[in-house]
């Protein structure tokens, strides 16, 4: 695993967390991952790494969303293509 899909998953343990601290039994989370081809099929390693924390903390994945659109740089600079999964997670309390 790289250092920055380390990092997302770390800050997604945090925020599951800091839900948990605050009482929540509802965590919507958004996942934002560079596409780089869409035809492809695959592992997305570094959201499924991401979306295992959540749920080490007992949250549970209820419904998701999913979207791939095109990201323009500044100044309009080269697109690239992402991919977007909101998740709703539950927790019981």
Known sequence: MGFLNTVKEQSALDQARHAIEAGRTILVFKFMEAHTNSLATGAMTGIND????????????????????????????????????????RRTP
């Open 50 to 89: 991401q979306m295992e924390a959540i749920e080490s903390l007992g949250w549970r994945l209820d419904k998701m969303s999913v979207c791939e659109g095109n990201v323009i740089g500044a100044l309009g600079s080269k697109h690239a293509e992402r991919v977007v999964i909101v998740c709703l997670y």
